[in-house]
């Protein structure tokens, strides 16, 4: 009888709990650049403080629904009432003093992402923006904390987070893909060093801000064309001669439109669920949880036409 092949996973993923193995395959480490999913982890993180991994991620759903599916703007505007209502809870971590930091965080979230742009932008900076790549052999090697937690802790006290405490950060970074601490034995470890993990929500958040430039740039055109025809010596008033100017400034914007579609396709594409593929064990899979899995374009075209949009125009002389 052929022996059966056994994937090397890191040592605290037990084979017979099911939630715990897709978490480990499909996010711990994947690099996270959602706010909504980086207020996710910290709710959580904070809730295990004192009990298992395992005990979350079997409350998890019910988490996302008493938190309004982790949106920091409709926490922070929890009131009293609704605090004794999820104390009353039994969907989740019945802790008043957990779920009082929750709310509380949102509000310094909020605040963060005020001062940053996002809070994304604001937590790499703890790590220059890049994951830390470890190379533990065994779990012992693996620390509680970090430097870098440390000084995430620190800083998010100082902006009045509570439950941050190092520890509980530096589990938050190995969450998000701050740091990678699978073993290296760990089929993980080598898919997630090897390639970089880019983040679909914040793909797609490049994609709104290429579409917001785009569209600004075609109305540009526009205006351009127009002004063209009103100080041209010719009948301002016929609609056709606007017409024909306006094509001649699109034509030159062809590219402009190009990536305009392109663009506006994978975000339809982001939307519906359709946009990217990843591999799971070797095996292609439709993603599932956007926010939280590596992923490959559907289309590499994609990545050309943004290079280009992003070069600047060649003057005409």
Not at 120 to 139: A, E, L
Not at 154 to 167: A, P
Not at 216 to 228: L, M, N, Y
Request: proline share 6%.
């Amino acid at each position: 009888m052929p022996a059966v092949h056994q994937i090397a996973r890191c040592p605290w993923v037990s084979a017979g709990d099911p939630l715990m193995v897709d978490y480990h395959d499909r996010e711990w480490g994947v690099p996270v650049h959602d706010d909504r999913t980086h207020f996710e982890f910290l709710v959580l993180e904070g809730a295990q403080a004192g009990l298992s991994w395992s005990i979350i991620l079997r409350k998890r759903d019910g988490f996302r629904r008493a938190f309004s599916g982790f949106v920091p703007e409709k926490v922070a505007r929890y009131t009293r009432p609704r605090i004794e209502k999820l104390v009353a809870d039994p969907a989740i971590v019945r802790n008043r003093m957990k779920i009082e930091a929750a709310v509380k965080n949102a509000r310094a979230f909020l605040t963060v992402q005020d001062e940053f742009g996002s809070f994304d932008r604001y937590c790499w900076t703890f790590v220059d923006g890049r994951p830390r790549v470890n190379r533990w052999k065994s779990m012992k090697d693996i620390p509680p904390r970090s430097p870098e937690s440390d000084a995430f802790s620190k800083d998010l006290k100082r902006r009045g987070f509570s439950f941050v405490g190092s520890t509980i950060i530096y589990a938050h970074m190995q969450a998000v893909g701050m740091v990678n601490d699978h073993l290296v034995s760990c089929f993980r470890y080598r898919q997630l060093r090897r390639s970089p993990v880019m983040n679909i929500q914040g793909y797609k958040r490049r994609l709104l801000d290429i579409e917001k430039n785009l569209v600004a740039r075609r109305e540009e055109a526009r205006d351009e064309a127009r002004a063209e025809v009103s100080d041209s010596p010719g009948d301002v008033g016929d609609a056709s001669v606007a017409d024909e100017d306006e094509s001649v400034a699109f034509s030159e914007g062809e590219l402009d439109d190009t990536v305009l579609q392109q663009v506006e396709d994978a975000l339809r594409r982001i939307e519906n669920g359709t946009f990217g593929r990843c591999a799971v064990d070797g095996e292609p899979i439709e993603l599932k949880r956007l926010d939280a899995m590596p992923w490959t374009p559907y289309c590499l075209k994609h990545q050309q036409l943004l290079e280009a949009a992003a070069r600047p125009k060649t003057p005409t002389l």
